[in-house]
């Protein structure tokens, strides 16, 4: 590497599919030979953490043709960069004898230089190289070097140049590294700003850090991956490309050995205030956590759209907030795709506890976005079953759950006529406390909502109407959210309108969702988390009612882990998350009963100082 000349830095985010290695190496070609054939001087190109593979292949990487897929195509890339001024650093599972490494590799000019291993790999299925007692490997009739993350492989202008894989947290040091270049795979979060993790590294190092992560290609099943592509020295953005794109992003930076580093884009240190009732909302500014929120929940729904091959998203329509919050998404996610509104199959199927108001607002929302929309009615459905059953149509739980299954019947049915995909509506609150019918609202093909606590799911509706719809949008939003929560199942009175309300049987969202951030997402023990709410919510309840609804909080959080173990894939949104894949696993037959032990110490507490 000639150290007068000028370096280009390149952040490469390549459209990407799962486990297809040719079509990730033949785009990982493509941007390297449109990255060479237009700049002067050096080029580094780096390409995201398994990036041949893609991050998200799970047990796929236990099966050896995966890897070995990977090493011919590094073949073909190494035949593409022969000769060029330019060093090409891209990931892959790599297999070294009996072990599996998550490994990046350095492919310049003169052929591959090496191999990076990750030394603290984040997925099960790789093994940490600490203990490899080899450091060189064959190929192709020589051998290459087997190198340690942070390992220095080169140096430019007096500058080492080294790799780092996998997540970086805010303690991170650059320590003497001078270029860092980070491959990795970074979920997109609401409620992470990982700006602020690279403001804190860079500000007190002299070096140069490059993070170039997987994007939304990789697999929506769990997280939908950011595509983060940015350049930070000394507190400074010196470059940001777009995240949340399925096409392909690059970001270069250009520097001369003459010229320091200089700001391009400054940031500064955002200050997180939380809504005390509402810990999943921490942000100076709530709009922009909605809407980072909102984008995700429509980059997961159009990446199973694009996996799937569907033409139509099929959801069914009650005109409760957690059906108009699925059909902003889908709406939202059409226009993305480039698809008429008239691919959005809105089915409206109201049955005996429909409620008049409700169909109204169902109807309205037909008409504010122009999707298709028909209307089913399952009375009779249901009445058929339930006497095929020998049930007496009184109002019971079979009663109810036959109508939550009868509307899930016709949805699934109903997508497959129409090559469609079945959005799901039940949001994480409802997930956490198994408030869903077993194989009625809570299947679907994929759940926008899965991530969405309830708190937040009835601000953000709002909001996304607002924001595609306007004022209009913001009034019927408003009349929806206003409305009591219901799952309208439950026979109608004289007047046409439901008498079931969730909350006067579950207790308040606002609690439910306070203990899910602080009991599952902090871990929380029962008596702190009963302390906070209690100092929270000082104003609005009583300690016994608190303690009440904490007491049902766990009770139903451990009975219907059941339900989320076969849950369909939806995206997670925050740092706490429910899928028994990524988020949160429990066995479904696990006791609460250490937990409700602690409320009955508190309990015993309370009525001693009342006494």
């Known amino acids: 590497m000639n150290t007068n000349e000028e370096l280009t830095i390149n952040l490469c985010v390549p ?65 593409a960069v022969a000769d060029r001024d330019c060093l090409v ?101 609401a409620d992470i700003d990982y700006e602020e993790i690279f403001l804190r590294i860079s500000s007190q190092q002299k070096g140069c850090l490059a993070v170039c992560s997987a994007g939304p290609g990789e697999s929506t099943g769990q997280y939908v991956y950011s595509g983060l592509s940015q350049i ?70 159009m990446g199973r759209m694009r996996h799937t091959g569907s033409r139509t998203m099929i959801l069914g329509l009650s005109g409760g907030a957690d059906s108009a919050m699925a059909l902003m998404v889908s709406c939202r996610a059409a226009d993305r795709l480039g698809l008429p509104r008239s691919s959005i199959l809105a089915v409206i199927m109201p049955g005996p506890g429909s409620s008049d108001t409700s169909l109204e607002r169902a109807k309205h929302l037909l008409d504010l976005t122009g999707v298709w929309g028909r209307f089913n009615t399952i009375t009779d459905a249901v009445g058929q079953h ?16 036959a109508q939550a299954r009868e509307r899930t019947q016709f949805l699934m049915n109903y997508a497959n006529m129409h090559q469609g995909l079945v959005v799901g509506t039940g949001d994480m609150s409802e997930n956490a406390l198994g408030w869903s019918t077993y194989n009625g609202d809570q299947m679907s093909m994929y759940n926008v909502n899965a991530g969405l606590p309830k708190t937040v799911l009835l601000r953000l509706l709002p909001w996304s109407a607002a924001y595609l719809f306007g004022e209009e949008g913001l009034r019927l939003a408003q009349q929806v959210i ?3 929560i219901s799952p309208e199942l439950q026979p ?54 608190i303690l009440n609804s904490l007491r049902t909080f766990y009770q139903r959080f451990f009975r219907h882990q059941f339900k989320r173990t076969a849950a369909p894939d939806g995206p997670q949104l925050f740092t706490v998350g429910l899928d028994a894949r990524s988020g949160w696993g429990m066995p479904a037959d696990a006791k609460p009963d250490l937990w409700l032990a602690e409320l009955d110490k508190i309990e015993n507490t309370l009525q001693i100082r009342e006494q």
């Not at 002067?40 to 190109?45: D, E, M, T, V, Y």
């Not at 080294?162 to 991170?172: C, E, P, T, W």
């Not at 339930?386 to 079979?398: E, I, K, R, Y």
Request: glycine share 8%; charged share 20%.
């Open 15 to 79: 459209a990407l599919r799962v486990a297809d290695v040719p079509y990730n190496s033949a785009e990982a070609i493509k941007l390297i030979n449109k990255l060479s054939g237009e700049s002067q001087g050096f080029q580094l190109i780096l390409f995201p953490q398994l990036s041949l593979s893609a991050y998200t292949c799970g047990d796929l990487f236990r099966l050896p043709l995966l890897a070995r897929a990977c090493l011919e195509a590094l073949e073909n890339i190494e035949a």
């Open 89 to 189: 650093v891209l990931g892959l599972p790599l297999q070294i004898g009996d072990g599996l490494y998550d490994a990046a590799a350095l492919v310049g000019g003169t052929g591959l230089q090496g191999f990076v291993l990750n030394q603290s790999p984040e997925l099960p299925f790789f093994t940490s190289p600490v203990d490899i007692e080899r450091d060189v490997l064959g190929w192709r009739e020589r051998t290459v070097p087997i190198l340690r993350d942070g390992y220095s492989f080169g140096r430019w202008a007096g500058k080492n140049i080294s790799v780092q894989l996998g997540r970086l947290d805010a303690d991170f040091q650059i320590s003497k590294t001078e270029i860092l270049l980070n491959p990795c795979a970074l979920p997109a979060l």
């Open 232 to 301: 930070w020295h000394q507190g400074n953005k010196l470059c940001d490309g777009q995240q949340l794109r399925f096409e392909s992003q690059v970001q270069s930076l250009a520097i001369t050995p003459e010229a320091a580093l200089s700001e391009r884009i400054s940031t500064q240190p955002l200050s997180h205030a939380r809504d005390k009732y509402n810990p999943f909302l921490f942000s100076s500014n709530v709009e922009k956590l909605l809407e980072r929120a909102f984008e995700i929940q429509v980059t997961g729904l």
């Open 386 to 401: 339930l006497l095929a059953l020998g049930h007496d149509l009184s109002p019971d739980l079979t009663f109810e759950n």
């Open 482 to 484: 206003d409305a009591p």
């Open 492 to 545: 109608t009175n004289a007047a046409g309108q439901t008498e079931q309300v969730t909350e006067e049987v579950l207790g308040p969202y606002r609690l439910h969702d306070f203990f899910l951030w602080h009991a599952i997402g902090q871990k929380r023990d029962p008596k702190e988390v009963f302390a906070l709410a209690r100092m929270t919510f000082k104003d609005e309840y009583a300690p016994k009612f």
